[in-house]
């Protein structure tokens, strides 16, 4: 089985956070034996990008012979919709599902696609008999609770310091990175060591350490689908604060000190303020549900699919 991965999102040198779980997914598939390569568009000029990025896949296609493409976000499926030699497959990630212009692709993708994966069962109704539930599987070895003073040490931030992780890279609009901003500027007005700590140009290992660093986690994306963020930080226990987006509140659901909150720059200051006026807390499982999807098993549920497509 030789597969194409096709996907506006994957590490670079300039970005090596961005669309790492497409990385993971890949690497997880080759592990399990799968052949498995990628075709990456870089957007700098969409609309000039997205035309080059049609017919460097039609080469790509002429000179390999894949049997299948895995289309990563909804707009390379509609690239993908627009040949017919090679079947392809779709993952839609969150904002692709949920923001009406990114929709219009996505669905038209949807139509052709064999299969589509997504990452929360409210798209899972929404998609329909085609439609699979596949949250991103995430790496356990990496993503653990370790001392708030050595994993502060190691980065070398400030021992005094209350940092909030904001769990992206600020120029990443669906993030939302001015409503997080706000909120740490008024943390500061009212204490000054309260301090911004953003995922961006981080290892996974230095992305642990920000989580196992700080005091809490602020997500507050405009769209989302199963943030991968979400479970990561868990592992760590870091207590987290999320607007109402994706699959974030069912992912929350059994955790002590982990809350959805209105988007209201003030009520959000008010809460994580409390919250972290005392002593240091975590985040606590009171259930004994462990809902985190692997690495392994998400390699797995995805050669199945892709023998189901190739029927």
Not at 31 to 39: D, I
Not at 125 to 135: D, M, Q, R
């Amino acid at each position: 089985m030789k597969i194409l991965f096709y996907t506006n999102m994957y590490p670079t040198a300039e970005d090596t956070v961005k669309g790492l779980f497409v990385k993971n997914q890949l690497e997880s598939l080759q592990k399990l034996g799968v052949e498995v390569e990628y075709l990456h568009l870089i957007v700098k000029n969409s609309k000039t990008d997205y035309i080059k990025s049609y017919f460097s896949l039609l080469k790509k296609i002429k000179n390999n012979n894949y049997d299948l493409i895995h289309a990563h976000y909804g707009f390379m499926g509609f690239i993908a919709a627009l040949q017919f030699k090679v079947p392809f497959v779709l993952t839609l990630h969150g904002s692709d599902a949920n923001i009406w212009w990114q929709k219009i692709f996505s669905s038209f993708a949807s139509f052709f696609a064999r299969k589509i994966i997504v990452t929360n069962k409210e798209h899972k109704e929404e998609f329909g008999n085609k439609a699979v539930l596949i949250p991103t599987g995430i790496n356990s070895n990496v993503f653990f609770h370790v001392n708030q003073d050595e994993a502060k040490k190691k980065l070398g931030l400030k021992s005094n310091l209350k940092y909030i992780v904001f769990p992206s890279a600020r120029k990443r609009r669906v993030k939302n990175y001015p409503l997080y901003h706000q909120v740490l500027n008024k943390l500061k007005e009212m204490d000054s060591s309260y301090e911004e700590l953003l995922l961006e140009d981080k290892t996974p290992e230095e992305v642990n350490l920000c989580y196992n660093a700080a005091e809490a986690l602020l997500l507050t994306s405009f769209s989302e689908g199963s943030p991968l963020v979400i479970r990561e930080a868990l592992l760590t226990k870091l207590p987290i604060f999320s607007l109402d987006v994706g699959d974030v509140s069912e992912r929350i659901r059994n955790y002590e000190n982990c809350f959805i909150i209105p988007n209201n720059v003030d009520i959000i200051v008010k809460k994580i303020y409390s919250f972290t006026l005392n002593e240091k807390r975590y985040a606590k499982n009171i259930s004994n549900k462990n809902n985190f999807e692997t690495l392994e098993t998400n390699a797995q549920e995805l050669i199945n699919i892709y023998k189901f497509a190739l029927k």
